[in-house]
């Protein structure tokens, strides 16, 4: 008997998450990782300051460049987010991301479960705009160099990944902590909160990368599909479906993170993964 999509996809999740973080030691030393694979960028969010990160993080990275004299690193960020995008969307966010791996943790504890307000799905863009957009460029044209925004007042993974194992680890850093961080913490804290309750919470309200991976979605070339003559419109997907959305009527929605939840609850198999419409057999 075959492992099932979601072991498959859970499997995944873990490699990708110790991979992304392979300095596990440096957790105990708070020594921050600083070898070769920082000039690469992780295909999903983990920061750049967390003591056992191997990777950058593709939206630090972003503002930290943006507006900068350092175009070429600015080029390869974001013909990496593009590239990534156009092959596989929000496939990124649902296989390839540890802090969306840990939100997902997070929803199996025993508290009341809420569905998200949906217009909160739209915050996550005027975030992108300002915080990782406009801010960084404002800072790279008027102080020359780029102001990581989201990094350093919005980003709860940073906080939880780099902020908290380095105050551990340094006692010295505490004395510095200040205004700042108790708003990053209490941030984190709500959105802990908020992940406990509505499924992936950071992802679907907040999360930068996942609006840029979401706008690709439409045109990404591996994504859901759903097999026309087989789908009878039964809405069971639409019940499965932890992100809110009717997965056999919105398959390139820019909400889907490709979990395969839907394609597990089919009872007609209509729906799959792939990158081009074509019936399946059973």
């Given at each position: ?11 995944v999740q873990?490699m990708?998450?110790c991979l992304?973080?392979w300095e596990?030691t440096?957790?105990l030393?708070?020594?921050i ?14 920061c ?7 990777l950058?993080?593709?939206i630090?990275a972003?503002q930290?460049?943006?507006g900068?004299s ?5 080029f ?12 596989m969307?929000?496939?990124?966010c649902?296989?390839l991301c540890?802090?969306?791996f ?9 508290v009341p479960k809420?569905?998200?307000f ?13 915080f990782v ?7 790279g ?5 780029g ?5 350093e007042?919005?980003?709860?993974a ?5 902020a908290?194992?380095?105050l551990?680890?340094?006692p010295?850093?505490?004395q510095a902590t200040?205004m ?6 209490l ?13 992936r919470f ?6 930068p ?11 990404s070339?591996?994504?859901?599909r ?11 997907c639409?019940v499965?479906?932890?992100m ?7 398959t390139?929605?820019a909400?889907?993170i490709?979990c395969g939840?839907?394609i ?10 792939g990158?081009?419409?074509k019936?399946r057999?059973c």
């Amino acid at each position: 008997m075959g492992f099932t999509f979601g072991f498959r996809r859970r499997f995944v999740q873990i490699m990708t998450t110790c991979l992304t973080n392979w300095e596990l030691t440096n957790l105990l030393s708070g020594k921050i990782y600083k070898g070769p694979g920082k000039n690469l960028c992780a295909p999903g969010l983990n920061c750049y300051s967390c003591p056992s990160a191997t990777l950058s993080c593709p939206i630090g990275a972003l503002q930290t460049v943006g507006g900068t004299s350092g175009f070429g690193i600015s080029f390869y960020v974001s013909g990496f987010l593009l590239l990534l995008g156009v092959l596989m969307g929000r496939f990124v966010c649902g296989f390839l991301c540890p802090f969306g791996f840990f939100q997902e943790l997070l929803h199996k504890l025993p508290v009341p479960k809420k569905k998200l307000f949906p217009p909160l799905r739209y915050v996550k863009y005027v975030v992108l705009v300002i915080f990782v957009l406009l801010v960084p460029l404002w800072g790279g044209i008027y102080e020359n160099k780029g102001i990581p925004a989201f990094c350093e007042y919005i980003c709860p993974a940073g906080t939880l990944e780099g902020a908290v194992p380095l105050l551990l680890t340094h006692p010295e850093f505490r004395q510095a902590t200040g205004m700042l961080f108790a708003w990053k913490f209490l941030l984190l804290i709500g959105v802990v909160i908020g992940c406990m309750m509505s499924y992936r919470f950071f992802c679907k309200a907040l999360c930068p990368l996942g609006a840029i991976y979401g706008l690709m979605n439409p045109i990404s070339l591996y994504r859901l599909r759903v097999a026309e003559q087989r789908c009878t419109a039964c809405g069971i997907c639409r019940v499965s479906c932890p992100m809110d959305i009717n997965p056999a009527r919105q398959t390139s929605s820019a909400e889907c993170i490709m979990c395969g939840k839907c394609i597990e609850a089919c009872p007609h198999h209509a729906l799959y993964l792939g990158r081009e419409n074509k019936e399946r057999c059973c």
